[in-house]
């Protein structure tokens, strides 16, 4: 089966996708040859206008064809009179380009030119510079993304993961010593930072993802002491900086925390006179009786009159409310839906109801006093926040979909059943940079990350796995991939339209399941490209003709559709006029609105180089 890029994926040329969008697919060269219907041609794809990743491409559409290029995302119009079909809009930086006009290596964005050749470039991309005397952009140094034009090794600002170091303007990993001595690598502002700027004496730090900010491990001059905040928070301090709050006491020339208890503290203390002398507690902590120790003041109780006796509890730590059933109190953590809490909730209050105030990392936030919870992924940790991502879904025993990790945030963790988890809990998976590349035996690759056919969620999807790839679907949501590798994803939905692939280089073959669909046939071994055949559609969809699309069909007299609300066959007394039915025994003409199907994705116009299906 031959394939055609719609929107940026690879879609069977019979799908509802390809016909919706006019491709007329060249079957030996996996891409488009025209489009229609409000779609344009380029680079061998159909896209739709109005919207990405179209509209990252062209403004303007007029019979299949681009009428206007996007000039601020890097693009410029054809100048030819007549330009080769899907070659209206040339990137600034293609230097193949069309009909004599092309781009420049490097180039950002750019004028068109007014004669064949290259377009006049306005702006380089990250990692080149304008020449100042020709029409160049010029490669700058290792790791930089900006760099001075008369010396292009002469950094200005460093790509993500790299660190400027002002001194030498060049760009280093920021490990070890590499920012150089009192010194820390700023994620924030990939900039080699002195340690002393942010914290005066310090002499030696590094960076906290968890404050956001440098923390102190050395400290010199005229404040010697490193101080630390219960929060850990770290400043250079003087005995007179030391002795301010009365949280820390100098002693042995180091200034200790009152409730450092590893160091001779009391455990729990807060502030104090002295190592042995508490005056005050920290929450969740309560003078002893005549005493000067602290003690807790039971399970997660923040304030109370008597230690251990949760009677007495008064409030609790943040992500927990205090709970009374008659004279037994419990602090009950925020989310805890069985004893009263709300699902996914992170801080809360109670005054005679409960209130959410935040949401767990894996649950979007929405609303403000009360704010509401949604789920969006089953990591609790949301794969590491922003900087992961749980696009894994995996549909669950009763059809609903749950959301996985396929990238993990943190680049010592990894997807392992969904969850990102550290080197200790790889179970002989080979995983690194935050994903995993090949499962071993009884695991299965699948988006990113290795699953275990003997748990949940691997077992939703995969029944055996013995050579590190799946082997026979779980049920009749699945698929195993015909010819699949371990280090290729080896099980898929049967509803998934983006699909997945087997081999490498020359010997590459697709696979995709079909949008909307109930239940189908498993593709065979491709060559190229194969889709699932459909048998049931889900409830408000029908099966095309073809049975490779599950479509909405509303117009009246049509027995069957090929794309939503195109007709391609009517029923008895209709005829087919286009894509609607028109009424043989009268002059009514179907009223129905012909539609088509749109797949949203972003795609940065820079990456859009054109793809065989």
Known sequence: MAGAPIDSFCRPSSSPQAITAGCTADASAGVCGSCSGGFFLFRGGCYKAGQEPGSEICMAVEGGKCTACNAA???FQNPAASPTLGSECILCWDTTGADGYKGVVGCN???????????????CQAGYVKATSTNECKPCGTGCSACSASNQQECTACLEGKYLK???HTCVDGTGDTCGQGKYADPTTNECKSCATDIPECTACTYSDTLQKPVCSACGGSKPLLKTAIDGTTTCVDDTGCAVGNTHIVDN?????????????????????SKTTCTTCQDGYVKNNGGSACESCGSNCATCTKTNDMSTCTGCLPGFFLKTDGSNKECVPCDNVDKGGI???ATCTFSGSLTCNSCKPNYRQSGSNPVTCTRTCEDETACGGTAGACDAIVIGANGEMKYYCSYCGESTKFPIDGICKGDSDKAGNTCAGGACQSCAANYFLYMGGCYNTQATPGNLMCKTAPNGFCTAAANSRYFAVPGAAKTDQSVLAYENPLGTTTGSNSDINAY???????????PTAATGMASAKCTACDEGKVL???????????????????????????????????EACVSTGGGNLSTAAIAGISVAAVVVVGGLVGFLC
């Open 512 to 522: 995709v399941g079909v949008e909307g669909c109930k239940t189908c046939e498993a």
């Open 166 to 168: 002002s001194d030498s």
């Open 253 to 273: 020339a180091k200034c200790l925390r009152c409730g450092d208890d590893a160091n001779g503290g009391l455990a729990g203390c807060n502030t104090c006179s």
């Open 343 to 345: 699902e996914g909730c």
């Open 544 to 578: 095309t003709g073809s049975g490779y699309g599950c479509v909405t069909c509303d117009i009246a007299g049509c027995s069957a559709c090929k794309a939503d609300n195109m007709c391609e066959a009517c029923g008895d007394g209709y005829r087919l006029e286009g």
């Open 109 to 123: 964005t750019c004028t068109a030119p007014q004669q064949t050749g290259a377009a006049t470039c306005n702006t």
């Open 73 to 75: 995302n890097g693009l």
